[in-house]
């Protein structure tokens, strides 16, 4: 008998537990309530059983990753958002940097010979990167390398932009793409109820804004993702509330492909009194999201941010996907305490990460098309020597 069977008999269960359980296994959707109930009440093992069952329905064993490195091309940024480890106001723009167009472009030309697929740009927002700097950024990086995929900004950027710029949400994103933006990572959303955004990101755009610009590159066929911060100030309703406005928006467009709870880490920044969430919490967490979201297809945990460890735990709580190789090209979780102060893995390191607890590594695009079936693949240095070399003694 299946796991999710034997929870739904046990007498020891509290019906409303047995009730969501049965929904899973039906396949239909809970509710604000239940999710609220869920996360007041649902033990880590129960959630485990629950959000593994969804995985395995959608994706097997299967688990994704990708092959990309990072641009960030300012840390210095016209916001302040109170949990941010990473920028630098502009009166602090002496630790600051802030890159042109070439510089940027020289970084990608460092990925000439590398069997890359994506790269991944974000950072602050500063008047001088504007929608000229981009567009100008998109063009000459197409021409550079035209099948490179372009994931860039959020809409904490763009509405910065397209307001200076005096476009709609539509025609800015449109601009872009047209100069060769091709998706949106899902940075930016950090929880959206007003009770919780104004307290922690007060003067950026608000969840209306953030929404809005996605819905807009879902209509022009773009293809995006969409995060969380949690473990700080929010209850857990505005958890429920957060991940509500995204499964409507989603049940609206159909143009997200991963959820990805961010843990909120409380180094170098205006909330370092606020204790950061335990591993179990992260992992009731990200097991509630992919209960919850039953119209997202992917669920992500960013390892570098998480630890290792956790990103493999994860696997048996809902998540799919562990993102990137990196390169040790971003500094945003480093600087704000994670684990990895230099995050980089070889693809062989993923690969044997995904492997070590039993799962299937496939290396994706980021629009999840399948670049490498990994699950049998012998890497070189798996494979012992039949002899050994002995020293030259006397060459
Ligand atoms: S989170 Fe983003 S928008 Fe907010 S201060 Fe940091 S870099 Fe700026």
Redo the contacts with the bound molecule.
């Keep these: 008998m299946q796991s999710l069977d034997i929870l739904i008999q046990n007498p020891n269960l509290a019906q409303p537990l047995k009730d969501i359980a049965t929904k899973v296994k039906d396949g239909t959707r809970i509710s604000f309530d239940e999710g609220v109930y869920l996360y007041q009440n649902a033990e880590l093992s129960y959630l485990g059983v629950l959000a593994n069952y969804i995985r395995e329905k959608k994706h097997g064993d299967l688990t994704y990753f990708n092959r990309n490195f990072h641009i960030e091309p300012t840390n210095i940024?016209v916001?302040?958002?109170k949990f941010?480890s990473?920028?630098r106001m502009i009166k602090q723009r002496e630790e600051g940097w802030e890159m042109d167009v070439d510089g940027m472009i020289d970084i990608l030309k460092k990925y000439d010979d590398e069997p890359v697929t994506e790269v991944h740009i974000t950072g602050?927002?500063v008047p001088k990167q504007n929608l000229d700097f981009y567009a100008s950024f998109f063009r000459k990086a197409k021409a550079h390398r035209p099948d490179l995929h372009i994931k860039a900004l959020t809409p904490?950027e763009y509405y910065y932009i397209f307001k200076k710029a005096k476009l709609s949400h539509y025609d800015g994103m449109k601009f872009l793409q047209e100069a060769g933006l091709d998706s949106m990572p899902g940075g930016g959303a950090e929880i959206f109820h007003p009770e919780v955004r104004e307290k922690i990101?007060h003067d950026?755009c608000t969840a209306e804004q953030w929404l809005d610009i996605h819905e807009q590159a879902h209509k022009l066929g773009m293809r995006t993702n969409a995060t969380m911060l949690y473990g700080h100030i929010e209850e857990f309703w505005h958890r429920v509330d957060h991940m509500e406005r995204l499964r409507q928006l989603q049940d609206k467009t159909g143009g997200f492909q991963a959820f990805i709870p961010l843990k909120f880490r409380n180094q170098n920044n205006q909330m370092s009194d606020v204790a950061e969430v335990s591993v179990v919490e992260d992992l009731r967490n990200y097991a509630i999201a992919r209960i919850y979201l039953d119209n997202f297809e992917h669920i992500k945990a960013y390892w570098a941010m998480i630890s290792r460890e956790t990103a493999q735990l994860s696997l048996n709580f809902g998540v799919d996907d562990i993102d990137g190789t990196l390169d040790d090209t971003t500094k945003i979780y480093s600087m704000a305490g994670a684990e990895e102060q230099t995050p980089a893995m070889s693809t062989k390191e993923l690969v044997d990460l995904i492997k070590y607890v039993k799962r299937k590594p496939i290396e994706r695009d980021t629009l999840y098309n399948v670049v490498t079936d990994y699950t049998e693949h012998v890497f070189e240095d798996d494979v012992k020597p039949s002899y050994y070399k002995l020293p030259v003694v006397n060459p």
């Design positions: 940024c916001y302040d958002c941010c990473y920028s602050g927002v904490v990101a950026k």
